[in-house]
């Protein structure tokens, strides 16, 4: 028994410090997986480890006249992470369940807005992992 | 069973540290705080409420601050025209000494370059990449401005996107391996330097050509630079020197205050097949002349200071 469970902590542990080293090496595969030359990338790797329900979520500002893609990754298999963009009233803008957890998204921004852009794991494809949002644009 | 009691809280402890020790990767453990910061929205429940689905909010793990690039397109579809009398000198790049000089600089140099690359100016577009190159070597992440990535520069210098796309590219890899390392805070201060120095842009600018798109970006800053002092250089202020940048930030957030911005909801509109929404909520910005000025001027005096050796 108690072998067991010192195999199941160690397992434990194992997991948790795999998915930290996925988080150094994911943003890549996301960016070469969801982006093409036409979207610049605003410089940035938003990032979180989540467990089970937890969602991360920040605020960007979306300037109207642009296009932006925004991809989600965690593990390096697509469309494991579910996102959603929320204006500042949490009115829902889009879902990314509601569109088979794509895996990225384009916004045709007609007025500079602020919104909130959340991200949560698929439950049924993973308990635990690092979250990757990447954001493009086109002027 | 008595043993085996004390061995599963011993796992219980253990996992609990791996899960402290390794979340929130893209943050840093803000002063006085425990690492995580687990805001818990789970809705209580009453007899006539729905009850809402369980959610933990990670907070402030993640923080967004407009590229420079994206702040340099606004001003160039503004109309304005380019002015290297705005950008800082190449040649002082070797001139900062301490770390955070360095850091800011690289961020304001990596400005300078998304600046010349959006107005073509392709002579002046491999002075900053210079610049930045030596600054990235100093702060020991010369991966983001390696041999592969320069040549790559300088074979599409006659080609803006792909040129906007590899600048662009460098400074996020520069990003991720900050926010991977120990140096963190080093991150957040490229970033600072950059916004900075698009702002100094966009205000210059507006001196000889103020334009509502430059008016409105500007004022839209009210959320940026809350979320840089309070979700970002709060989480490093221990760090040596980075108090003193939040303190001249904090200085432009008081000018900030004064602006009003307002915002209307509008349905989206979504096109599966195509992958795109379109987002028409609309917002307004307000903001006196006075408080214009205010902000332009403050912002000008703390990029003074970030680029005066």
Redesign the interface.
Known sequence: MKKFIALFALLLVAGVYESKAQCDTIANYCHKNNFTVDYVSDGQNYRALLFGDQEAEFETTFFGGVTYRVAACTGFSQGNLIFSIKDENNNVLFDSMEQQNAPYWDFKVENTVNVKVSAKLDALEAASGCATILIGFKQ | MK??KS??K??SS??VC??LL??????DTPPGGDGVQ?EDTTKVETKDSIVA???????G??????????LG??IQ?SGAAYNADILNNPKSSESYVDLVAQSLNLGVY?ADLGYCALYDKQQESIKYMRSAQKLSDVLGISDAFDVATIQSIEKNLDNK??L??II??S???A??YL??SDRKHIGALV?VG?WIESLYFSGELSKTNKSDDIV??IG?QK??IN?ILDKMLERYIAEPGVEQVYNDLDEIRMAFEKVN?K?E?VA?E?D?A??????????SVEMTDEVFNEIVEKISAVRTKITTI
């Open positions: 043993s085996n061995i599963f011993g796992i253990l996992a791996s899960v390794t979340a929130c990767p893209g943050g687990i689905p369980p959610v933990q909010k990670v907070d793990a993640m923080f967004s601050i407009p590229s420079p690039i994206q397109g606004i579809k990596g996107d792909s906007l796309y662009s590219n400074y996020r890899k990003d991720d926010q991977t970033i950059g409105e970006m839209m959320h940026t979320t911005i915002y909801f989206p979504t599966a195509g992958k795109v929404t379109t987002i028409k909520s609309k917002t």
